[in-house]
């Protein structure tokens, strides 16, 4: 279990500069990791957090909680 930490604290740190770059691929990495270790454990923490993370922004977007950001500011008459 302690190898299994050690192992997500260092894919974590390489992700770090490509994350905060990325924005919300952070969160949605954690959020992903969080439920897979709920569904399947360790290996399902490992896999919803490379899903999550990589395919996270578009699943939010899909269920529409990313609105494009000129629709917001710009109406049309």
């Known amino acids: ?3 299994l ?3 997500a604290f260092m894919v974590a740190a390489l992700l770090a ?3 905060v770059s990325a924005g919300e691929r952070l969160f949605d ?3 992903g990791a969080a439920s897979g270790a709920l569904v ?3 290996a399902g923490f490992l896999a919803g957090g490379v899903i999550g993370y990589v395919a996270g922004p578009r699943i939010s977007r899909g269920l529409g909680f990313h609105r494009p950001y000129r629709y917001a ?3 049309r008459h």
């Open 40 to 42: 399947a454990g360790p």
């Open 73 to 75: 500011h710009y109406s």
């Open 17 to 19: 500069p490509t994350a």
């Open 5 to 7: 930490i050690a192992i």
């Open 29 to 31: 990495g954690a959020l």
């Open 1 to 3: 279990m302690r190898r």
